[in-house]
């Protein structure tokens, strides 16, 4: 190679390949936003938690700032706090946990199945005990959907149900993936997701949803989202906060949900593709049986005694960006290394935050950067 050849970088997400495809759509339904000036709770937030509704089956959907506000409120309007633990995987984005300290109660760190990424059963099972003999009430049990991919939600809810506490599913990375055929959004008391642009369904800014069948609960969080407001809007009839979706950000993603199913099935066929290209040379992530994964991220794990950052940087030298997700378990991290770990340890988690390396994925890359994706980590692992 000269040194005039230039090598184009891999868009690791492409959210520019998206907004040509919608061309002028959400062009057109921001001006609308911008012409109406109905900012916060315009009528774009009301048809979008229609839509969302619709999508994948829940009776209610509350709109929200963030995901983390989603965690969040659910916590607030079940009056966790002080002296409560909930269930939490360690492996996973510190949103998780940080709800949990943020309401005063203890996040209790359980491990995570090898092969799904996802929280482990069994340890929830011994977390429960570790939290008891720590002096904590446990009330709840956050299973994370990972990467795309929904949690085992039938044995958590089982041991929820014998536990007596509730569970909160966060479903940040994998709204629109299916669990035992069913759209994820109805298998917990309440389920969260993010807008964060970089998710598969993004906004322009930040936002989230909460998905509950659950009327009261329901009622609670709107309450919750707007300062905690009752039916007059001076007499707060409980402790809220600013948690509410602006209108601009639904009008973008009421275009994009649209598209929303079709960029799925294109995500798949590049997981598809990887997985037949690279199964034989790194261990590609399995989807359990009975479940579809979103692809938020495609995460591979790397052979033992691989160096990642030498990895990294080889695949960079050919213009193919990677990330790590995460290189720090919660339990590992500055500002949560003082909450209760399950009795054992966590060894997966750290197992897999030393030798995790996620590659690009989106809806909108095609075969030919696909194979250079693939030529690129071959060379990397034969170096």
């Not at 969302?52 to 089956?57: F, P, S, V």
């Not at 049986?289 to 990642?308: F, H, M, Q």
């Not at 009795?343 to 030393?354: F, I, R, T, Y």
Request: charged share 20%; hydrophobic share 45%; glycine share 8%.
């Amino acid at each position: 190679m000269n040194q005039h050849t230039r090598i184009d970088p891999v868009p690791f997400i492409d959210l520019n390949a998206q907004r040509q495809r919608l061309g002028t759509s959400i062009d057109e339904a921001v001006t609308r936003v911008l012409n109406h000036c109905q900012f916060i709770n315009g009528p774009e937030v009301a048809k979008l938690e229609a839509e969302l509704a619709k999508y994948c089956g829940a009776k209610h959907v509350i709109s929200c700032a963030s995901g983390t506000d989603a965690l969040m409120m659910v916590l607030m309007a079940k009056k966790i706090g002080p002296g409560d633990a909930v269930l939490c995987p360690s492996f996973t984005f510190c949103a998780t946990g940080e709800a949990v300290a943020l309401v005063g109660a203890s996040p209790v760190f359980v491990e995570v199945d090898e092969v799904t990424f996802n929280i482990s059963p069994e340890s929830v099972k011994r977390g429960i005990a570790t939290a008891k003999k720590a002096g904590l009430k446990p009330r709840a049990i956050i299973p994370v959907d990972l990467f795309g991919q929904p949690a085992d939600l039938d044995a958590i809810n089982a041991i929820a149900e014998a536990e007596g506490l509730f569970v909160l599913e966060d479903a940040a990375q994998a709204f629109g993936a299916t669990y035992k055929g069913k759209r994820i959004g109805t298998s917990a008391l309440a389920t969260t997701t993010s807008f964060f642009p970089a998710k598969p369904l993004g906004c322009f800014g930040d936002g989230g949803a909460i998905f509950t069948d659950d009327d009261q609960l329901a009622e609670d969080l709107r309450s919750i989202r707007i300062h905690g407001q009752g039916s007059d809007k001076y007499d707060n009839v409980r402790l809220g906060i600013t948690g509410r979706l602006d209108t601009i950000q639904a009008a973008v993603l009421l275009e994009k949900l649209k598209i929303f199913d079709d960029e799925i099935a294109a995500r798949n066929k590049v997981a598809d593709r990887y997985a037949r290209s690279l199964g034989n040379l790194v261990t590609v992530p399995r989807v359990a049986e009975g479940n579809t994964s979103i692809w938020a991220c495609y995460v591979i794990r790397l052979p033992k005694g691989t160096d990642r950052d030498a990895f990294a940087n080889a695949l960079k030298a050919q213009g193919v960006p990677t990330a790590i997700y995460y290189a720090k378990s919660m339990h590992m991290q500055t500002a949560y290394r003082d909450y209760p770990v399950v009795d054992g340890g966590l060894p997966v988690c750290e197992a897999l935050s030393a030798d995790v390396i996620s590659l690009p994925v989106h809806a909108y890359l095609d075969e030919a950067t696909q194979d250079r994706v693939i030529q690129a980590v071959r060379d990397a692992l034969a170096a």
